[in-house]
Structures are given as C-alpha cells and as structure tokens.
C-alpha cells in the first residue's frame, strides 16, 4: 500500500543533524522518538496502523532523512509476523534499480524490527489521475514504461509482484521518474517452499480491479504477466481515469475479469493511438501466454510505440495547497459510480515544508493520527459465519479484518468461528463473543435470546441477498412445482438464505417442504452445490452470490449447473454488538466498517475478506419482514421454537 506521509524539511544547517520540525518530533511521548536504529536516528514519527509504525529519520553517517518503518511491540513476538516483516525486507533489497523504490537497510535492534527506505518526494500515478482526471497519453505510457522496467528487475530475480496498480507507482516530482513501490503481497517464484508467499495468505491476493484472471484462481502459483496484465489495467486507468472492468461487488468483479473482453481504452478517450490501444488490449489478454512474454517487452512496445514519451520532460507536479483541498472523488469498482474518499483516507494526507512525500509501505498499514497509545492487553472475540472446514490457512485471511479492529479500538482482537450457527449464537448470548457477524435469521434468533444485543452495520444494502435453486444440467426440473417427491439439499436450518428463504418459497409455490419433499441438511453452501452437480440430489438452495463466485473461481462447473429459481433480494448478514461491549468501542467499529472504502488498496482487500463492498448503519426494524417470515415457519414447525432469555 502506499500513503502519504509529511517529510520533515532538509537540513540546512552548516551543522548536519535534524531538521528543527524533526527535532520538535522528539518531544512526542513516542518511547521510539530518538532512539537510533541502525545508525538511523528516529526523529518524527509519520503514522501507524496495525502492521506498523513509519518515521522519518535521520541517517547518522550519510546525513539524509529516510523512512524507517518499524514493526509494532506487541507483534514482535509473534513469529509470523516478524518472519513476514522481514521476509518483505529481504525481497525488496533484492532488487536494486532505478524504478523500484530502494529498501536500504533492515534488522532487529533491542527488540525493535525496522526497515529502512529511500522517501520519495512526489506523487502516486492514481494520486495524479484523482487530481487532474486522465493523463496525457505520453505521460502515462512514460509512467508505465517505468514500472514496466522496475517489475523486469523484479521478475529477473524470481519476485511476481502482485498487486501492482497506480496507488503503488510513485511519481518523483523533479524528474518524473516512476518508481515501483510495496512488495507487501510480492511471491518468490523459486526456490524453497516457506519462501513462497511473502506477505498474506490463501489463493486470492492482490486489489481485485488490477487482478488478472489466474491471480483470481490461484495467486498462489501466477507467473510475471499477472503483473503485466496489471500494468496494462493502470495503464487504461491512467489513460481513462477508471479501471478496465467495474462492478458492485467482489464476486461479480471477478466474474467479468474472468468472462467478459476488456473494453476499448478508445471508447472513452478517442485521442488514444492505434499503437497503445493494441498494448492495453495484449496486457488485458484473458491467456497469459497471449501477453507480452515480460515486462521486458512491454517496455520496449511502449517505447516504440510513443517514442517521444522518452525525451520529452514531464509536467510538474505541484504540492498541494493544503492538506485538507483533498477532496477529489476516485472512481472505485462500482459501476458508474464515483465514491468519495473516506475520511479515513482522507487523514492520511499531510503537508510539511510545501511537499508531498510517499512512502511505500506493507500490506496492512493504516496511516492515521498520532497513535493515541499501545493497544491494551486484553484480547477481545469476533466470531464470524460458521465454517465446519475452516484451516489455519483460511484463518489467516481474516488478518485484515483483525487489524481494521485492532486499529479502531486499540485493543488486541482474534476471530472465533464456530462449526454450526448454533455454535456462534451459544458462544455470543454466553457472552464469550464481544463482537458477532450473523445472518439475518440467525440475528432474529440471536436478538429473542440476548435482547441487548446492538446491530451495528449491515454489509451490500444495496444487492442485498437472493436464494437460488439450482439442479444438474439434465435434469427434468424446470420449475419448483416439479421438485414434488424430490430430494432437496439444503443449508443449515439457521440460514437465511440456503434455508428460511428457500422454505418460504416453496411454501408460496403449494409445497409443504415437511411433506411433499426430502430435505438433506449439508450445513454449507459449496457442498450444496457439489451435491446437484455430482447428481447425489435433484435441487438445492444457495446464496446466489456464494454460486456465482464458485463458478468465478472454477470451483463448479457452471455447464453442469443451472437455476430454475432466483428470490427477490432480502437482507441478511450484519455485525452486532454484545450487550457487553462498551458503547464506546461498539461505536469505534461501526465507524471502522463505515468507512471502508473500494477506492483504496487497503481497504478493498479488508472487504474482499469480509465478502463485501461496503457497509451502512444496521437497524432492528430492518429484519421485522425477516422476523415475520421466520414466525410463518415456526408455525408449520420448520425452523426452531424461540427461547428467550
């Protein structure tokens, strides 16, 4: 991720040493501020978040300021993450070249884990395109071809960087010279099997509207032209001022990455020539093999293609007025929609001495104010959906929704997931959860046994959810009406929509689904499908989106699978508060998943693992239609009695 941080001025004292704002920065009760590490002297300190703290420092011997980025205390003696935190380090200082931004130094001292990096004194390529719209055509093939050199480096050395977009190209301001940035998500494409996956984990990595097709499938095993695939989508944004393919949410996103031709860069901007139209359409290739075969090449297409993109020197690029001018909307991946940039983005913009200056910096950080102090010692539950086959690998994708808790409060949060949803709303109203994601049938349940219990938001209002029937390619079912006397594979009794919806419209058909068909209970989504497309049952009911990401991601066949049936949209999933829970904490959440925002690197891959595109405020009212559909079923003895308190 990149950001921008304040750049204490240079010293221009005949004395070297820090500058007088770095030496105001040493008064903060930061216990690091002035202390040195590896021979660099922390001065001011930039911002934090929940991977790390950054600051400005001054080198002892060279007489400069770097950034040093220094991973937290408290993460300090969890191996992985000091093993992570290390492991970027010792790729980035791999690569040396002039598109890439120069890690310096990296260690352990007294403690404290620190990487050292060159500051870069300008702009992001997507910071230019916010401010001013599409770029000139020579000036972003110029940026392109940059980063394209950078990543042939990279590539050189065995490193797929994985998560290349504008946000991660800087832009020096003297010269115009781009610079790759944020190897948090890089992969090593040799060598020994711990050295694979370098920050992260699970198979899809990466900001999803750059994500090339087989980064969707498998981040785990791409090559170098997902990265050249994700050049040719920054050089369309840079061009077009939005990403090739948009869309309002993950799943669907990554559907029409998948499917769909990318767009023609000219029918939005007719100016483009021939000759860099046919380089976005190769990079945008569905097929690696049909790209350029390196980063290499593409630099060189660029080169041939725009010349004078090479020789002619590059507009300036002007610091902002004042910090607060940013106010700019960036348009995200929701269709024809331009979303302004959260507030909690927003903060993330300051200005000292009249510059910008970037930094590149890991996944997971959150640059914010001044940290208001060590996050305390008590370790606080969220519980998410139930999962019967949940691994220490897919665990790990909940990281950045851990660390989005644990910057918004301060506190030390872990997820809990249980194996059934009777499992979460026993551990919930036993108060052993703080925090809880529950369906919306599960809530109704939730709320009758634990009447405290405050919602606080409520995930993709505007799609809401929708129930899908679905049976195998050959079968005779065209309509629910012939599901009579069938068997029918259902989710747990809990869910709202592999269950209460389900039975609700087979109710409003004429089918009693007691009576007139044999339900089977398979408690997850992905093995209702699994079920109808191997013929062990003639139907099932899943949440339409969960269908539509399995045959995204090639999990189903979709040739083996159709609907016969879709609901109207209802809501379900939200995030509810124990009665427990202090109202002031309860309130930093809520803030914290308002603010989430598809616009930024950092918070997509939050919301990607939250299966989501963004969240308003939850209200009790909200699932009165739920409570009442949930009341008819307990009347005809389909779901559980309530228990109350």
Known sequence: MTVATPLPPAATSPHPGPSPAAREGETSADPLVGKVLGGVKLVRKLGAGGMGAVYAGFHLVLETTIAVKVLPSHLTSDLAYSERFLREAQVSFTIAHENVVRTLNAGKEEGVFFLQMELIEGLSAGEMVRRSGPLPEARAVEIVRDAARGLAEAHRKGIIHRDVKPDNILVRADDGKAKVADLGLARISHGDATAAVITGAGTTLGTPAYMAPEQIEDASHVGASADIYSLGATLYELLCGRPPFQSASIPSLFQTILKKEAPDPRDLRSDISPAVREIVRRCLEKKPTDRYASAEELARALDDAFPKASKGAPPPITPRATSTALTESYHATSSAKTIPLSPRFRRRWFLIGGAIVLVALGLGFFLGAESPGPI?????????LPDRRLTTERLKLLEPVTKLLEQATRRKWEPWVGERYEDNIDEFVSGKLDLAQFGGATYVVVKERAPGAHPLVQRDVDQKFQTMFVVGATSTVQRL???????????????TAGYVIPCIELLDAGLDPLHDLKLKEVHTHDTVLREVQDGTVEAGTVDARIKELLSAQGKIDR??????????????????????????????VAQAFL???????????????????????????????????????????????????
């Open 559 to 588: 040739d083996k699978i159709r609907s016969i049936k879709t609901s109207p949209p209802f809501l379900d999933d939200v995030y509810v508060a124990s009665p427990g829970l202090d109202a002031t904490l309860a309130e930093k």
């Open 595 to 645: 603010e989430l925002d598809m616009a930024h690197g950092t918070d997509a891959i939050t919301l990607q693992a939250l299966e989501a595109t963004h969240y308003v405020r939850a209200s009790d009212e909200s699932y009165e239609d739920l409570r009442a559909k949930v009341k008819r079923l307990r009347e005809r003895g389909l779901f559980p009695p309530a228990t109350g308190p």
């Open 481 to 495: 009406e012939d599901l009579r006397g069938k068997e029918i594979a259902v989710v747990d009794k809990l869910s």
């Open 376 to 384: 305390e010692k008590k370790t606080l539950k969220y519980g998410i």
